[in-house]
T-cell receptor, first 111, second 117 residues
Framework: GQQLNQSPQSMFIQEGEDVSMNCTSS?????WLWYKQDPGEGPVLLIA?????ELTSNGRLTAQFGITRKDSFLNISASIPSDVGIYFC???????????FGTGTRLQVFP | KAGVTQTPRYLIKTRGQQVTLSCSPI?????VSWYQQTPGQGLQFLFE???????NKGNFPGRFSGRQFSNSRSEMNVSTLELGDSALYLC???FGAGVRTGANVLTFGAGSRLTVL
């Protein structure tokens, strides 16, 4: 199936560091969603983006909808141990209701 | 407000058997989507149901099927299980279908982890 290119695949960082991850595609999207999945749970929505160039924050998380509509990034500032998990981007293709998920970024935070 | 409930949470089957997974959406949600999650492939879309009708279907073989009941609860069935069907099966509900804004954003359940031996 179709997937977005999400990078990095995994990150090992120290508590307090900032984190950045992104999703890219050759396709154009009208919606970008960022989810986090804790071990043993389903993904939970973090941030939703609906306009090219849109920059949205949710606490220490900030995400942007790329101006080309083909990419999005998520930043986490001052990471803490509970940030551990898998982060997924999801994009809804332009003029469709098809939602495509990235392959995920696995984040580990060390004290 | 109760979340999306999936049962069973864990199950083990052998090759050739069949399995049925159940999903109860958030009260008032009429759309239910199913995804297969594996370590190498991420989340792969299986199908979406809205008001008892299948709206969209992913690229999975006919062994994977689903249905939705009048109370919006949904089941998916996998027949003639293969080793490669081992995965976490996630159900997500939303108020409506289509563009994922507002109440149409997906809310996921905790998943049913299937192991095929």
């Amino acid at each position: 199936g179709q997937q977005l290119n999400q990078s990095p695949q995994s990150m090992f960082i120290q508590e307090g560091e900032d984190v950045s991850m992104n999703c890219t595609s050759s396709s154009i999207f009208n919606t970008w969603l960022w989810y986090k999945q804790d071990p043993g749970e389903g993904p939970v929505l973090l941030i939703a983006l609906y306009k090219a160039g849109e920059l949205t924050s949710n606490g220490r998380l900030t995400a942007q909808f790329g101006i080309t509509r083909k990419d999005s990034f998520l930043n986490i500032s001052a990471s803490i141990p509970s940030d551990v998990g898998i982060y997924f981007c999801a994009g809804q293709l332009l003029n469709t209701d098809k939602l495509i998920f990235g392959t995920g970024t696995r984040l580990q935070v060390f004290p | 407000k109760a979340g999306v409930t999936q049962t069973p949470r864990y199950l083990i089957k052998t090759r050739g058997q069949q399995v049925t997974l159940s999903c109860s959406p958030i009260s008032g949600h009429r759309s239910v989507s199913w995804y297969q999650q594996t370590p190498g492939q991420g989340l792969q879309f299986l199908f979406e149901y809205f008001s008892e009708t299948q709206r969209n279907k992913g690229n999975f073989p006919g062994r994977f099927s689903g249905r939705q009941f009048s109370n919006s609860r949904s089941e998916m069935n996998v027949s003639t299980l293969e080793l490669g069907d081992s995965a976490l099966y996630l159900c997500a509900s939303s108020f409506g279908a289509g563009v994922r804004t507002g109440a149409n954003v997906l809310t996921f359940g905790a998943g049913s982890r299937l192991t095929v031996l």
